[in-house]
């Protein structure tokens, strides 16, 4: 009896998993039959009204839950802020494409950022580049620590100077990891999807 529960209770987990990795993007892609892989970067998209255009890029990019640090439209470039990595744990956050980039980031600190290139392209068309950054989070000394009971010295009992014994004991540095490919196919594809309308 308890098996068979457990094994109900598992396979529901990896349904309810795997239902959740195809929701927003990922399923937009799978329904209207795009490969997220078969993407030429750049690529062009036909556009009468490149002011809307840009919008649904912008748009495109917010699915993906990328928080716009620049937007220049003279000089054709959005930039995001750097955005934790999805755990396995996160199937509602679509940065983190496959497996082991899930696997990844739910046992070490990663970030990305994207810097999309919006080019006009005559006649009546957008030329889209899409570059994802990846960043390993690199910890030189202490991750964090508490105060504990040995902390403090009875000679001083009054001082309260918390910040010498609680917190990271350096800044953390990131390593560049190269460019995420994955990521930059699932993300232009789905600018190609939402600007294309």
């Known amino acids: 009896m308890r098996v068979s529960l457990f094994i109900h209770v598992a396979l529901f987990g990896v349904l309810a998993v ?6 927003g993007p990922a399923a937009s892609m799978l329904l209207n039959g795009r490969d997220p892989t078969v993407a030429a970067n750049p690529s062009l998209i036909v ?5 809307q255009s840009w919008e649904r890029i912008v ?16 000089a054709g ?22 497996l082991e980039n899930r696997l990844e980031g739910t046992f070490q600190s990663i970030r990305r950022r994207l810097v999309v290139s919006v080019q006009p392209s005559p006649p009546n068309s957008l ?37 010498v014994v609680v917190g990271q004991s350096t800044p953390s540095t990131w390593i560049p990891q190269g460019r995420d490919a994955a990521l930059e196919q699932r993300v232009l594809a789905h600018i190609l999807t939402v600007a294309g309308r």
Request: glycine share 6%; net charge negative; with cysteine.
């Open 18 to 23: 795997t239902a959740g990795c195809l929701s």
């Open 47 to 51: 556009s009468f009204n490149a002011d």
């Open 59 to 74: 748009e495109a990019i917010n699915d993906f839950h990328f928080e716009i640090e620049r937007e220049d439209r003279l």
């Open 77 to 98: 470039i959005i930039e995001t802020k750097y955005k934790a990595g999805a755990s396995i744990l996160e199937p509602w956050h679509q940065d983190a494409v496959g």
């Open 127 to 163: 030329q889209v580049e899409v570059q994802a950054f990846k960043e390993l989070e690199d910890l030189p000394g202490i991750a964090a620590n508490s105060a504990g009971g040995s902390t403090f010295q009875e000679s001083t009992p009054l001082e309260r100077d918390m910040k």
